[in-house]
């Protein structure tokens, strides 16, 4: 599945006339197959040992030209770290407020919320990002865990 998803990306790029770096292939690479949403600062000490003339500053390149083509989504919260997500389908997530994991969940498209924020508004709504917030599974057994 990952690798198709690989190839798919890399098609998209050759298509858009954007050369292949080993580099970027590696970044790419490590979106897909780790659905953690990374910082770029994860991604480039991941892949640092890989290529040890690679900069941060390469890592943050490459992300913002996957952003602009479209197949990788930046998650910013208001904080330095933005988080990145390989996204080939619409989804949304919930995150926790004890670690921070984020985990994705497909759920319809709420293309409805965008039309009543419009109306309501007078907006005109461009996209829409929904995120829900809670404590995942491994903490509420740690707290659990604590409270014992």
């Given at each position: 599945?990952?690798?198709?998803?690989?190839?798919?990306?890399?098609?998209?790029?050759?298509?858009?006339?954007?050369?292949?770096?080993?580099?970027?292939?590696?970044?790419?690479?490590?979106?897909?197959?780790?659905?953690?949403?990374?910082?770029?600062?994860?991604?480039?000490?991941?892949?640092?040992?890989?290529?040890?003339?690679?900069?941060?500053?390469?890592?943050?390149?490459?992300l913002?030209?996957?952003?602009?083509?479209?197949?990788?989504?930046?998650?910013?919260?208001?904080?330095?770290?933005?988080?990145?997500?390989?996204?080939?389908?619409?989804?949304?997530h919930?995150?926790?407020q004890?670690?921070?994991?984020?985990?994705?969940?497909?759920?319809p498209?709420?293309?409805?919320?965008?039309?009543?924020?419009?109306?309501?508004?007078?907006?005109?709504?461009?996209?829409?990002?929904?995120?829900?917030y809670g404590?995942?599974?491994?903490?509420?057994?740690?707290e659990?865990?604590?409270?014992?």
């Amino acid at each position: 599945m990952s690798n198709t998803m690989v190839k798919d990306a890399i098609s998209k790029l050759k298509h858009a006339n954007i050369r292949i770096t080993p580099q970027r292939y590696a970044i790419l690479e490590y979106l897909i197959e780790n659905r953690t949403h990374p910082t770029a600062d994860e991604i480039y000490k991941s892949l640092e040992h890989q290529f040890p003339n690679m900069s941060v500053a390469t890592v943050y390149n490459n992300l913002r030209l996957f952003t602009k083509i479209g197949f990788v989504k930046e998650m910013s919260y208001g904080d330095a770290s933005s988080r990145f997500d390989f996204s080939s389908t619409r989804h949304y997530h919930a995150i926790c407020q004890s670690c921070g994991k984020i985990v994705d969940f497909h759920y319809p498209g709420l293309e409805d919320v965008e039309m009543a924020a419009s109306e309501l508004t007078g907006f005109e709504i461009n996209e829409h990002r929904l995120e829900l917030y809670g404590i995942c599974p491994d903490c509420q057994a740690a707290e659990s865990e604590e409270a014992k």
